[in-house]
Structure formats: C-alpha cells, structure tokens
C-alpha cells in the first residue's frame, strides 16, 4: 500500500506562487509516475500534471501550462507542485496520486493511489 499526504496549500493572492508537496510512504513511489489532479466545488475531478517515474517526461494541462511544474525526488519519496503566477480559477482541492506504471497519464481511473487534497485559494 501506498499512502500520500499533500501539504502546502493556502490562500494566495492573484499572481502568487505556491509549492505543494506530496510526500509518499508504505512503499516507495520510485518505480511509480505521478499525477496532480484539482476538483473546484461543483465540477470534476481535472487533471493538472505528472511526471514519469524519473522525472524524464511529463504533461500539464492546457490550463496551467508555462505556469505550472512538476518535479519529484526520489530519494525523499516525494513530487512537488510549483504554481506561479496563480488565478482565481486555480482555486480548488488538490490531489496527488500515484499509478502502477512508470509512464505518465491523465486520466484519473489511471491511478490507484490517492492523498485527502490540500486546499488552494486564490484571491482576486
């Protein structure tokens, strides 16, 4: 079993930056790729980034692409969320996952392992 636990979101103003971490324990993540993943009150659960079991490949969103980056270390057991330059439509939970494969996915059914979410507020 893997358990994940999110931490690092806040409320942040418009143009702010935030990390969030997700720190992985049970086993570790390091043959695993790993996702992000938001859902905002009233919609579904999007797909945000991953990253490849190394770190070598990754995907974002169209919605935060250039302002979003994903990274991971391995020797910690744990991926990290940059977001800069944050809008209000950024606002929601924020879930990390992890799935059985060393390639990257955006589908959510593509991963087994999921946090409890960190909430990210962003202020107009």
């Known amino acids: 079993q893997v358990q994940l636990v999110e931490s690092g979101g806040g409320l942040v103003q418009a143009g702010g930056s935030l990390r969030l971490s997700c720190a992985a324990s049970g086993r570790t993540v390091s043959s695993y790729a790993m996702g992000w993943f938001r859902q905002a009150p009233g919609k579904e659960r999007e797909f945000v980034a991953a990253i490849s079991w190394r770190g070598g490949s990754t995907s974002f969103a169209d919605s935060v692409k250039g302002r979003f980056t994903i990274s991971r270390d391995n020797t910690k057991n744990t991926v990290y969320l940059q977001m800069n330059k944050l809008k209000p439509e950024d606002t929601a939970v924020y879930y990390c996952?992890?799935?059985?494969?060393?390639?990257?996915?955006?589908?959510?059914?593509?991963?087994?392992?999921w946090g409890q979410g960190t909430q990210v507020t962003v202020s107009s």
């Open positions: 996952a992890a799935r059985w494969s060393t390639a990257v996915a955006t589908g959510p059914r593509d991963y087994q392992y």
